[in-house]
């Protein structure tokens, strides 16, 4: 299994952006996908996840109402549409494998990807 994740990048309090981890290998069996970030200094903390069919999500408490994580098997894809972005979101978030809900233990991780919110 192998995941990479992309679209980070530099935004202003109340922005939008939305990161994509491409995976490789995934089945059924392990392909439960979850969301993860670490912020410098602090613990790595899960964020969001999704099943494999999109059928069910789990989000952490900061994530419930401004974060959306969704699915398309067809292209492999997992993504986290984030919203109303705050400062405190900034962190390199990574995606795992497998996570159906917190907490999860995933034995997969992808690189992860910087995102930075600024005041």
């Known amino acids: 299994v192998q995941l990479q994740a992309s679209g980070g990048g530099l935004v202003h309090a109340g922005g939008s952006l939305r990161v994509s981890c491409v995976a490789s290998?995934?089945?059924?069996?392990?392909?439960?996908m979850g969301w993860f970030r670490q912020a410098p200094g602090k613990e790595r903390e899960f964020v969001a996840a999704i099943n494999w069919y999109g059928a069910n999500t789990d989000y952490a408490d900061s994530a419930k109402g401004r974060f959306t994580i969704s699915r398309d098997n067809a292209k492999n894809t997992v993504y986290l549409q984030m919203n109303s972005l705050k400062p405190e979101d900034t962190a390199v978030y990574f995606c795992a494998a497998p996570c159906y809900s917190d907490p999860c233990k995933p034995n997969y991780w992808g690189r992860g990807t910087q995102v930075t919110v600024s005041s």
């Open positions: 290998g995934l089945t059924f069996s392990n392909g439960n």
